[in-house]
């Protein structure tokens, strides 16, 4: 995400969406009654002679809108705003603004801290390296991106059954499969722009599949870092990241970073240590400044942001640092199984 223009005087910030992460903040820092501006098509009527009926034709226009309904198509690579238009042609009625990636998009609200913060994370964020994430074992392997939000799971390859074969066709099956998986590697790290890849797996495959791009793909294998992790599949993919590996990538990776805070929440908890969760006990806890790191789901924000807005506040005001946790990976419904907000506490309430 890149801000062009910022005036908070007049409540006004617009920004340019540069990756998918930038829907997925959007979607949160947009809300009903806030004013977008963007430019857009819209149908104007032509009146022709009478010989021709009339005919629609568009052209574009820059339009405010007020807006209503804020729609995130991860899978489709685009943010819909839906809303009332305020200015512009066609006054009074609806339209909507489809962004993709390049769009240009004025927000006029009233800005909070934690969508100022937000909006700062997002323009770290576009500096980090994208990371790929393959966990590898002796018969698929699982390919995933780690994006802002959690996990974007691309999908698997599978190795063909080899059963009962001589030694030389399961080699040939072998350096099949791995050309396979190194052509798809290689297509995402071009389409994405991915700086690192992560190739984990329980066994030796990993290393072999190693000694193959460095043999076969020596571009590729500067991107790579390899490592131990106990399962393949999907499950390997969240150890990854549950391990710290990404970390190690990038340091600062929110994923990361979310999951290890609501792992040491869940630590604290079973000992009886410093940390409470519940809307009732959290806000005790943030009333006697006892809160050091207060944990919000992002969906019970966008659902209750009244109701949790007093806690936010609370826990501001005494230093302690709020983070907004996405409910889009494992980390997340953790913390939504716990009622969507808890608090790591300076000490024990």
């Known amino acids: ?14 920004l340019v969406v540069e990756t998918l992460d930038d829907f997925w903040h959007l979607q949160h820092l947009v809300e009903p009654n806030d004013i977008a501006t963007a430019q857009t098509w819209r149908r104007e009527r032509e009146v022709g002679d009478k010989l021709r009926p009339e005919r629609l034709k568009k ?41 993709e990636f390049g769009s240009a998009l004025a927000i006029t609200k009233n800005w909070r801290p934690d969508h100022l913060d937000r909006i700062r994370e997002a323009v770290r964020a576009s500096r980090r390296p994208r990371v790929l994430l393959v966990a590898l074992d002796d018969v698929s392997a699982e390919l995933a991106l780690v994006r802002q939000y959690g996990l974007d799971e691309i999908g698997m390859i599978s190795r063909a059954k080899v059963g009962k074969r001589y ?35 329980p066994g030796f495959t990993k290393d072999t599949f190693v000694e193959f791009l460095r043999e076969k793909y020596p571009e590729l ?81 966008r659902r209750n942001r009244a109701g949790v807005e007093g806690v936010l506040e609370q826990a501001r005001r005494t230093r302690g640092k709020v983070i907004i946790v996405s409910t889009e990976h494992d980390a997340g419904k953790q913390l939504i199984a716990l009622g969507g907000i808890a608090a790591l506490l300076r000490f024990k309430v």
């Open 1 to 14: 995400m890149r801000v062009v223009h910022k005036d908070l005087k007049h409540g006004k910030i617009k």
């Open 59 to 99: 052209r574009r226009v820059t339009l405010s809108i007020r807006v209503e309904e804020v729609e995130f198509h991860k899978h489709a690579n685009r943010l819909r705003l839906l809303g009332t238009i305020l200015r512009g042609p066609d006054i009074g009625k609806h339209h909507s603004f489809s962004l």
């Open 167 to 201: 030694e030389v066709e399961r080699e040939a099956d072998e350096r099949k499969f791995f050309h396979k998986l190194a052509a798809a590697m290689n297509d995402i790290i071009s389409r994405e722009s991915v700086r690192a890849a992560i190739v984990a797996g």
């Open 221 to 301: 294998i500067s991107k790579v870092k390899s490592d131990n992790i106990s399962s393949g599949g999907r499950a390997g993919l969240y150890e990854i990241v549950r391990r710290g590996l990404v970390e190690r990538v990038s340091r600062e990776n929110r994923v990361s970073f979310e999951t290890s805070l609501v792992e040491q929440l869940m630590m604290e908890i079973a000992k009886g240590g410093p940390a409470t969760y519940g809307e009732a006990e959290v806000k005790r806890a943030a009333s006697l400044g006892a809160v050091e790191r207060l944990l919000v789901a992002d969906e019970l924000l």
